[in-house]
């Protein structure tokens, strides 16, 4: 997903899951921050104090920098979450090891993920730690099939989609196809063609599987779900038992679904200002609500937090030390994102017989 998906789309599964807009504003800017948040190391301050944090994406999705996209430590817990073939912790799937490290929606693994989440609802953070699982449990939907490694099977060719435009495009044919072969890592050999919502498409992978995806349903059901996940949080449901929460309410489903399939700007950030003109003209039954998202800059978590207005952090920066910084949302991301890293990683993988970074 893109910055439409992971902010607006959580946004709107938040709210509907009885977060009020204070708590959803919260969740929705924690989950696209995940694919924000590029800068890492120690936040120095003029009284001495330090803050470690570590990044959850890269500066760009250039899916030709292979020694920097190959940190599993950043695709596994975040973007690329290992489904075991969605089978249960002490079964594998049939074939070789890569077939476990695979994206599945909704699987075991997804599934884990989020109750280790919920133990965390009674900490500072638990909000946005909530937003961070989002944002992964939400890509197992876009991400299906792909593996957050270096692997044949991320591979493509012959992709044909419902945007001709796109698919008689000289360059992203030329493109994929050295992707393909040298980078096979997460989805880069297909480009942008997982994370927009409108697409319906099919390829062939590494091994001539036959791979066919209607981005419309794979993105309504994501938002159902997440909605449903969201729902047993707030009911302290530590199971997610997601089939006894109502989900989205039928309406708002289908204005959503219609949505999904009639913005079809190229630009996730074009997409996204769709979005959220939508939800602040009342498009949808918890009523009009204008909701914002800044990145980077005045404005920003980073800049209300320890007055960083520059997009990248050289290290050699000294911040002015403020008692409210403790209580920050960017200082309560950033200890989000290491608890949900450490439990993915140290916890929940190792159930299923994975071992990553």
């Known amino acids: 997903m893109q910055i439409d998906g992971h902010h607006a789309l959580t946004y709107i599964a938040a709210r509907f899951a009885g977060f009020d807009k204070r708590q959803a504003a919260v969740i929705a800017y924690s989950a696209q ?16 104090a330090m803050y470690s944090r570590i990044s959850s994406a890269h500066k760009m999705l250039d899916y030709r920098n292979s020694e920097a996209l190959a940190n599993h430590r950043v695709w596994v817990p975040f973007h ?25 929606p909704n699987s075991y693994v997804a599934i884990n993920m989020l109750q280790a989440c919920a133990y965390d609802f009674d900490k500072p953070y638990a909000l946005h730690r909530l937003g961070v699982a989002m944002h992964a449990y939400a890509d197992t939907w876009t991400h299906q099939n792909f593996a957050g490694v270096n692997n044949k099977i991320n591979e493509a060719s012959n992709i044909v989609s419902s945007s001709k435009s796109m698919d008689k495009s000289f360059v992203n044919k030329i493109v994929n196809y050295f992707l393909s072969e040298a980078f096979p890592l997460g989805h880069g ?12 498409w099919e ?10 995806r209607n981005n419309p349903e794979i993105f309504i ?41 009639s913005v079809k700007n190229d630009n996730g950030e074009d997409r996204h200002k769709k979005w959220l003109a939508e939800i602040e003209k009342g498009s949808f039954s918890f009523g009009p609500e204008k909701v914002q998202y800044t990145a980077k800059g005045k404005g920003s978590w980073k800049h209300q937090s320890i007055g960083q207005l520059n997009a990248v952090d050289t290290g050699k920066e000294v911040f002015e030390y403020k008692k409210s910084f403790l209580s920050s949302n960017w200082k309560l991301f950033h200890d989000a994102l290491q608890a949900h890293r450490f439990d993915i990683l140290h916890d929940v993988l190792p159930k299923y017989g994975i071992c990553a970074a």
Do not use: W
């Open 33 to 48: 921050y995940v694919d924000d948040a590029t800068n890492f190391g120690v936040i120095h301050f003029n009284n001495g």
């Open 80 to 104: 690329f979450l290992p489904g075991n073939g969605n089978k249960p912790a002490g079964e594998n799937p049939t074939g070789s090891f890569i077939n476990k490290l695979v994206c599945f």
């Open 189 to 200: 050999a297909v480009l942008s063609y997982p994370d927009r919502p409108y697409l319906v």
């Open 203 to 212: 390829y062939r992978n590494g091994f001539d599987r036959l791979i066919k």
């Open 221 to 261: 059901d994501a938002t159902d779900k997440m909605c449903r996940a969201m729902q047993c949080f707030r009911a302290s449901d530590l199971t997610m038992n997601l089939e006894s929460m109502p989900g989205l309410p039928v309406d708002d489903a289908e204005k959503i679904r219609s949505l999904l399939e």
